[in-house]
């Protein structure tokens, strides 16, 4: 059974950082490619970041660009997601989700396994 924990989330002020964890478990890690993807209440999931299998290709939403950075960790079955200089309208609920392919998609629906997800709150 495929798991996918996300931690590291919580309440930081604007201009603060954060770094999410998502320890994967249940598949062949390297065999996936991993994506951070964000939604809030009563809007649509959106896509974040992505890295393929190996870690050489990443992929960011326009909205995040120079200001996070995702890395995995094929040893320890991890992915993060670096957060710097956060805005209030980074406040979400973060999933991390994984696809079995060499490369991340900004889909959705490309993502067969999803974590519960773990919230960030940017206060202003």
């Known amino acids: 059974q495929v798991q996918l924990v996300e931690s590291g989330g919580g309440l930081v002020q604007a201009g603060g950082s954060l770094r999410l964890s998502c320890a994967a478990s249940g598949l062949t890690f390297n065999r996936n490619a991993m994506g951070w993807f964000r939604q809030a209440p009563g809007k649509e999931r959106e896509f974040v970041a992505g890295i393929s299998r190996l870690g050489f290709m990443t992929v960011y939403a326009d909205s995040v660009k120079g200001r996070f950075a995702i890395s995995r960790d094929n040893t320890n079955n991890a992915v993060y997601l670096q957060m710097n200089s956060l805005k209030p309208e980074d406040t979400d609920l973060y999933y991390c989700?994984?696809?079995?392919?060499?490369?991340?998609?900004?889909?959705?629906?490309?993502?067969?396994?999803w974590g519960q997800g773990t919230q960030v709150t940017v206060s202003s």
């Open positions: 989700a994984a696809r079995p392919s060499t490369s991340a998609t900004m889909e959705v629906y490309e993502y067969p396994y």
